[in-house]
């Protein structure tokens, strides 16, 4: 099951269950849709996979199957992709 990671690697910011905005590689690193476009170009910095739109769980889903709240912040590792 997927860990709905609550906010984006590079710049920190808050991505809910919810959000329209997270992308994730096969890894379930997360990140903003700005990071993913603007720094790293579409693709992973920690394993150099594709990123894609996250899935969104439904709201009476998230009861028994909460999203993680484990935050993972690693600004250092989104330097602009060559």
């Not at 920190?12 to 997270?22: G, I, V």
Request: proline share 10%; glycine share 4%.
């Amino acid at each position: 099951m997927l860990q709905l990671r609550p906010n984006c690697e590079c710049c920190d910011k808050n991505l809910p269950p919810e959000s329209t905005e997270a992308l994730i590689c096969s890894f379930e690193c997360t990140f903003c849709t700005a990071c993913a476009t603007s720094i790293l170009e579409g693709t992973c910095p920690n394993c150099g996979g594709e990123l894609l739109a996250r899935p969104r769980r439904p709201l009476a889903k998230l009861a028994n199957n909460p999203a993680s709240t484990q935050r993972i912040y690693k600004p250092a590792g989104c330097e602009k992709t060559a």
